[in-house]
């Protein structure tokens, strides 16, 4: 078995922190961490818990804040109904989500995962804190899992999988419930388990595949499977802001030697490393492990106090600053970059907010050409499609903008549901005089309750001669 000093110092460079000298699992004890950034974490991750579990069952206008229905493509974000025309704008998001994670990982690091990534807030914040209440802190986390079954062992370990099944299922039907709504769910339900047994058994393989994650495979998600982790190696840089060990000011840290002459801050006391959900050493320097949940910094700041020297030994800075001995710099690239994210979220806000309520094409119905409408008028036929994209049912009316005519619908008023779309034929006339060309420029103005609500354009056909004409 390794030395914990020569594990930590001599093989970071070889092998992920979780991996044995002979390739098996080095399973992690981290201590809860406690300070004022623990705190604040905490408030974060039960606020984006609370939402998540209840979001499904608030509504705004009769629809849940999130519906994401893939079968029927129909989705739902705070109010705002998006159907499959709104596609653009999905891909636009993600763009700009793409742009915007690589600019913020350059600046800022990897905080996302440590703050705000589903794996660490269900992880660190739901599960842990579950096991910490049943088998005891880290010490007796690690006495407990290498002593030998009895009893107490069997029924903490029954209790304790019990639970996170329990949450498991929960988690999952959570989820579904953002595919089919709550009361779809209900009814899913109702059958079971003798109705729906596939939707049930799909439930169970999901559950099945939560569990395994936060009670067995853990901080291995972060440190060999997210793809994010991965590309940190590319994204960081010397300017990049995050959580450092101030070799400057810590080292030489103190050891057997120089434990009664000069050494630097750091007393190496390991309290980093204990409260490390990824079990590395942050004193190495930045490692691809890290995810930047800052429980070192708080364990560092903690013992600061107790050897009354100043805090931040660990703290959030760049490797160019801390090589400097300078505190950070907003310099011009940080600030250019972070305009950029503004500006994309500025963008992004406008998109969706100037999107239209009611979505209309008018296009001429294929293979189809001018008709003489009576002796003085022509006639073209068109397709009308119309996507009513908010929650209520809208009666539009269309009107000829330019140039002077009518505008013949075929079948009832124009009618249509929330979410539906409504197709209908019909027919644009214009008196002969006022078709110039064979293919003339028209605006049509889309009216509900007598209001303009949208302005669209199509082509009229009439005959070549008129070309010739002009
Ligand atoms: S907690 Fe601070 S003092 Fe202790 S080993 Fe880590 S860096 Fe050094
Ligand atoms: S080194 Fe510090 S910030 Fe990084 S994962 Fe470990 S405890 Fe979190």
New binding site residues.
Partial sequence: MESKDNFQETTFRDRPSTFGKDGKRVWLFPKMPKGNLYNIRRIIAWTLLTFFYLAPFLKINGDPLIFLNFLQRKFVLFGTTFYPQDFHLLVLAIITLVVFIVLFTVIYGRIFC?WVCPQTVFLEFLYRPIEYLIDGNAEKQKELAEQEADAIKILKRILKHGIFLLISFFTILTFISYVTGTEKLGEIMDGWPLQRSGLLMGALVFTGIHYFVFAWFREQVCTIVCPYGRLQGVMLDVNTIL?AYDYKRGEPRRNAENRRSEHGDCINCYS?VA????G?D?RNGT?L?????????DACNSVMKKVKKPNGL?RFASEKSISEGKSIKFNARVIAYSSVLIALLIVMTYLFTVRGDVETSVNRSPGTMFQEYGADKYSNLYNLQMVNKTNSTVSIELKLLSPEGEILLMGDPLKVEKGEVAKRNLLIVLKKENVKSSNSHLEIGIFENGKMIDKITTTFVGPNELDEKQ
């Avoid at 409260?275 to 990824?278: E, L």
């Avoid at 492990?289 to 429980?295: D, L, M």
């Fill in positions: 440590g959580v980093c409260v490390c959900p990824t590395i942050i490692q492990e890290c995810i930047n949940c800052t429980a070192c910094i660990i």
